[in-house]
Structures are given as C-alpha cells and as structure tokens.
C-alpha cells in the first residue's frame, strides 16, 4: 500500500492538549494586541483625513475665495461681490422692495476666456482631491478594519495604510496648489475681465482673501498630517520573534 505523506500540524492548531491550545490563544492574542498598539496613529490619521476630506469639499462648495470691494453701489448695492471657483455673487436692493434684500449670482458657464487660470485649475485639482481623498479613506477604513477585526496578515494592513497615505499627500497638494495660487491673486489685487452681462466692474477698489482659503490651508495642513501619520506604520512582527523563541 501506498504511503500517506507526512503531514506536519503547527502546535497551536492540535486539539489534542489543553496546553499546546493555551499556547495558541496567547500567541494570538499578544500577536493582535501588538498588531492593534501599532495603529493607534494611522486612527488618528483617519479622523485627520476625514475632518480634511470634509473641509476640502466645503471649500470646493464656497463662493468666498476672493472678496471684492467696489465702490459703484448702483447694481451690487452692499458694495461687497464675492468672486468663487463655480460663481459670482453679490447683493442687489435694485429689484426688490425696501427694506429687502436679494443675492444675485453668476455661474461661470463651460469655458469662458475671460475666467483665470487659477480658478479653471481649482475646479479641476479640487475634483481630484475629493475624488482621491475618497480613496485614501477607503483605504485606511479597510486596513483599520482588519486591525481591528483580528486579521494580522501583513499584507492586508499595511499596503492598505501606505497607499492611504499617498492618497492623503495627494489629495493635500491637490488643495494646496489652488489655494496657494488663489491666495496669490488675491494679495496681487489681480482683475478680471468680467462681461457686462455679470453686473461685475474689471477690478475691484481693494480684495481680500475669503473664507473658502483659509478652510482649504486647514484641509490641506490635516491631509499632509494624515498622510505622513499613514505612511510611518511599521507592521509590528515582535510577536513572532517571540513566537519562535
């Protein structure tokens, strides 16, 4: 008769003792410990990837990049137009009764020749950001998952951490580009060549940076922190060193 072959079982898989069993959930659980003592900083990564995701899409959404102050109160009666990366808004008493007020609001429509370079890049690198920002949270929620789940295998947590965090970098200089050349602009008292049909003057009397800047140096300062936080996770292999000790 043909012989069996041989097969070898690990200690920690026999049923036979009690011992060699204890040994196996020991092993296991200083193994998840370790693994689980080694995250704490990549959570913190997430909830700082997240809060920056957040406020990169809040800054995309709002229409106070520049503030444009103008001193032809006829049409943009508060004397105050808001110059965003999607519209122009501003506040009209001119068709509206007395003691009312309405916000009149542009959207720049395809490509228009007039717009800036800076704003056509805003719209597109913000997209990128919030699209590869997604990513980077997706990849971190299931790395910690596994974390947290008990699942040590080195090759479904920490590939998913370091490709994280280059989407956190990424998504970062996405949000950093536009807000820096924007910010630019604003302090350059830049002009743009609006059609009559905005109710827009060329140039304002003075500009200053919007609530959306700051919002976004916010978001890209939490994605930089989340991605570098991502990208310094070692794999903890101690338990397997003492393992085979």
């Known amino acids: 008769m043909a012989r069996l072959p041989y097969l070898h079982m690990k200690p920690c898989l026999s049923p036979f003792t009690w011992q060699e069993s ?8 200083q193994r998840m ?3 689980v003592s080694a995250s704490h900083l990549q959570l913190t990564a997430f909830v700082l990837g997240t809060v920056g995701w957040i406020l990169c899409t809040i800054s995309m ?49 395809g490509y228009e020749s007039f717009v800036p370079h800076e704003i056509y890049a ?3 690198l913000l997209l990128i950001a919030m699209f590869v920002g997604l990513l980077g949270l997706a990849a971190t929620i299931f ?5 947290y789940m008990g699942i040590t295998h080195k090759t479904l947590i920490t590939p998913f951490f370091l490709v994280g965090g280059f989407f956190y970098i990424f998504a970062g200089l996405c949000v ?21 049909s905005y109710y827009m003057p060329s140039s304002p009397v003075a500009q200053e940076a919007g609530a959306a800047i700051p919002v976004g140096i916010v978001a890209v300062i939490l ?23």
């Open 223 to 245: 994605l930089l922190l989340s991605g570098t936080f991502s990208l310094s996770y070692r794999f903890s292999g101690a338990t397997n060193a003492n393992m085979k000790s």
């Open 143 to 147: 790395a910690l998952r596994n974390v």
């Open 33 to 35: 410990s370790s693994v």
């Open 122 to 124: 805003a719209q597109g």
């Open 61 to 109: 959404g709002m229409v106070e990049w520049r503030v444009w102050y103008v001193d032809n109160t006829t049409i943009i009666s508060s004397g105050v137009a808001w110059v965003g990366i999607w519209k122009v808004c501003f506040i009209s008493y001119l068709h509206v009764s007395p003691g009312y007020r309405e916000q009149f609001c542009h959207k720049f429509s």
């Open 22 to 29: 204890s040994v196996c959930n020991r092993a296991d659980l």
């Open 176 to 196: 950093l580009i536009p807000v820096s050349w924007n910010f630019y602009s604003v302090t350059h008292n830049r002009s743009i060549a609006f059609p009559p």
